[in-house]
């Protein structure tokens, strides 16, 4: 991106990119710093339904101006994240648009003429403080009341920058390449207002913020003004993103006024934390990592310390449920009604139900959803995943049976990886048996009944489901058996533990001399162990 001196006002941008400027542009903007996280995830999905609702635009602008913060990877993982969860962004790095570049780090000769011109309006000011002057201020003005001294009304005439430079000296300063930064004159005791979408008036008062930096010294942006900035140039009309941002806001209300642009400034939203599942705090990776539960959408694995993090794709959740559940986490349509496809949620969808409070996070009802999901959807949706999942544990498994399975053991299934147990059997014949729940009861008689009954199956006029049942019946009558007694052995024999459908469907499925062998297997194995 070549820089330009001076960019067109906004309406006339927008024509000149051909889009609308009253169309609904709503943006995600992380830093690619790590995982996407489930607050991600959720700002990500409110702008997306907010964007279809309205026939808008979603964008996706990656945040990597802070390059001690950058990891790589982390960015292809964000948008192979929102690929998985069908939550694509109309303009992005990948994608392209009107308004690129999308990735901040790109972008750096836009934002440095905003700085200047604060400058020159006295809304900032360049600062030349040596990081041990910095240190310096913070020793002298450290207390007991005010541990960490900030860089601001209070201090900053007594530091080097341009309020206690002349304007000779700052500029040679300049000249010479001094390195120095520009950070905002934050008003002395100002009260600011804004209409949060969700939380109504939200008013700050300006002597609690510090002067923050607006351009580092390696002449990249800070976040501060870089988002201003490209909320500006990309015609962003409404910015939901997590409360941790609030109190940020502040800042960027003054810059947006500074440079002139109020009218133009979105309406924000900061959405409400995502909490613990004991209501106490934000959500963590730690807690995830403590209780058992992914807070991630994907695995993610740090590149510097090789910690691998679950993700609920990797958990065994559909996409359709992670969507679901992240909807709900903080909102409802009012109707009580919770299984909702995207298309439900794009339609059902309104800003002002989101809750102010946190959303505390359940993983019993987390996995209800996946449940649901899993119910609800076709074989064909599903056949895809679960063989991948079989594959993933190393069974390969045969289309047309699965196609089969499927709708037999759903049922049974609370996540996607549960068909590696509840299908694995039709490809695989069990290695080990829960000997154990067969064992008590078992008896030489038991045993002479399995072996005979096995050595005529051959001779059955047809291998389907009834015809092995009415046998299966007939001989339990004739050796004087109860059937029940025999069911439970049959199925250990033929899945290796107490699950699945019924037994003589799966025996059915599997063909005759399949299950002669694995009854045979199991005997012998009753009978070594003995
Ligand atoms: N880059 C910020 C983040 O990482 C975005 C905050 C915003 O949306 O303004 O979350």
New binding site residues.
Partial sequence: MRCRRQRPPLPLLAYLCGMNPKKVRV?????P?GGLHLG?VR?VLYNYLFARQHGGDFILRI?DTDQTRFVHGAEQYIMDCLRWCGLQPDESPEAGGPVGPYRQSERKAIYRQYAEQLVVYGYAYYAFDTSAELEDMRDRHRTESNPSPQYDSRVRMSMCNSLTLTSEEVAKRLADGIPHVIRIRMPEDETIEFEDMIRGSVQFQTGTVDDKVLLKADGMPT?HLA?VVD?YLMGITH????E??LP?APV?LLLWKYLGWVAQMPQWAHLPLILKPDGHGKLSKRDGDRLGFPVFAMNWKDPKSDELTRGFREMGFMPEAVVNLHALLGWNDGSGREIMSIDELCSGFSMDRIHKGGAKFDFEKAKWFNQEWIKRSETERLLPDVAACLEAAGIQANIDILKQVIPMVKERCTLMTDFVEQTGYFFKAPVQWDLESVRPKWTPEKQAWFTQWASGLISLPAWDTPTIEADFKQAAAAGGIKPGELQLPLRVMLVGGKFGPPVFEIAAMIGQEETTSRIRRMLSALNSTD
Avoid: I
Avoid at 27 to 31: G, H, I, K, L, N
């Fill in positions: 943006r995600f903007a992380p830093s710093t991600g700002t945040e976040y988002v909320d910015a939901f993103r997590g941790e941002w940020s960027h």
